[in-house]
């Protein structure tokens, strides 16, 4: 399948520097330094958010896998390959704006998860520290686990759930586009990959 994209926003959902993924419940206050480590993360999570909505919505979009020739979708249904400007009925852009809308959807909705995942982080940092005061790390661990797994199984239900649809726009492209069957590179065993717990935090 094409990896230009989608392992980037299945990262983004779980990425090991958050420790877990999502949140359920109000945030425990953490004071002090990590209050400051909150917030830090925080912003940063947020300016991703940004920049990838804002990505989406204005920029081309690159579908082409290591090896392929270079292959773009503009904001307006054109497709790039290799520079040029393929020729589109007035069908197959509708197809191709399809492709670009559900590219956007898997990165705004991994996006959106890893900011969940970031507010999760924030708050294992407060807690740890008030578990280690207490002696009370088992609950602790317990919890965040549960929270983590819950958001893992949200990021395998929005994103690895959306490949079907993207995997048929795909099939229908390349039998109505030629030139676009390069890139129709979402198979079965991906979606089978995905839904097999390759982002569960066990």
């Known amino acids: 399948m094409d990896n230009k994209f989608l392992p980037t926003l299945l990262l983004l959902a779980c990425t090991p520097w958050l420790g877990a993924c999502g949140q359920d419940e109000p945030a425990q206050p953490a004071t002090g330094v990590f209050a ?11 300016g991703v958010s940004r920049e990838v909505r804002e990505a989406m919505a204005t920029e081309n979009i690159d579908i082409a896998d290591d090896g392929e020739a270079p292959a773009e979708i503009t904001p307006q249904g054109d497709l790039l390959i290799d520079g040029r400007n393929v020729e589109l009925t007035a069908g197959q852009r509708a197809l191709v704006l399809e492709y670009r809308g559900q590219i956007a959807y898997m990165a705004e909705t991994g996006a959106a998860i890893g900011m969940q995942g970031a507010s999760l982080a924030t708050d294992a940092i407060g807690q740890a520290f008030a578990s280690v005061l207490s002696g009370d790390t088992e609950k602790m661990e317990a919890e965040i686990e549960a929270k983590a797994e819950k958001i893992a199984q949200q990021a395998v239900v929005e994103l690895c759930g959306r490949m079907p649809a993207m995997m048929q726009t795909q099939q ?9 069957a390069p890139y129709a590179d979402i198979t079965q065993a991906d979606i089978d990959d995905c839904h097999d717990g390759h982002y569960s935090t066990q």
């Open 36 to 46: 400051e480590v909150s917030s830090e993360i925080r912003k940063e999570m947020d």
């Open 172 to 180: 229908q492209l390349a039998a109505s586009l030629p030139e676009f």
